[in-house]
């Protein structure tokens, strides 16, 4: 099985920052594109950042400039690095992946459990 568990969430005034990790562990041969998704009370998830295997990034419009994604290979882990954090930043962030379990095999989309961003004063 796969597992992904995502940290880093909280609490931030606006303007502050947070940095999110998801990392992916149990029966992995590969990890493709990583992916932070976000769904906020009311609205629907969508996509905020993704990562390639060879660490090309695209962001959405809402957060460039002001949010990086990373990873680690060696770690399977991968991060979202988010400054100047705006209300509207509030959400439940999401990581997704596509992984490999084996050498010859299909590839799976995992998600994680969510953590919780929020942006007050």
């Known amino acids: 099985q796969v597992q992904l568990v995502e940290s880093g969430g909280g609490l931030v005034q606006p303007g502050g920052s947070l940095t999110l990790s998801c990392a992916a562990s149990g029966s992995i041969f590969s990890i493709s594109a990583m992916r932070w998704h976000r769904q906020a009370p009311g609205k629907q998830r969508e996509l905020v950042a993704v990562i390639t295997s060879g660490g090309s990034a695209n962001y959405a419009d809402s957060v460039k400039g002001r949010f990086t994604i990373s990873r680690d290979n060696a770690k399977n882990t991968m991060y979202l690095q988010m400054n100047s954090l705006k209300p509207e930043d509030t959400a439940v962030y999401y990581c997704?992946?596509?992984?490999?379990?084996?050498?010859?095999?299909?590839?799976?989309?995992?998600w994680g459990q969510g953590t919780q961003v929020t942006v007050s004063s």
């Open positions: 997704n992946t596509l992984i490999r379990r084996e050498q010859v095999g299909p590839t799976y989309s995992y």
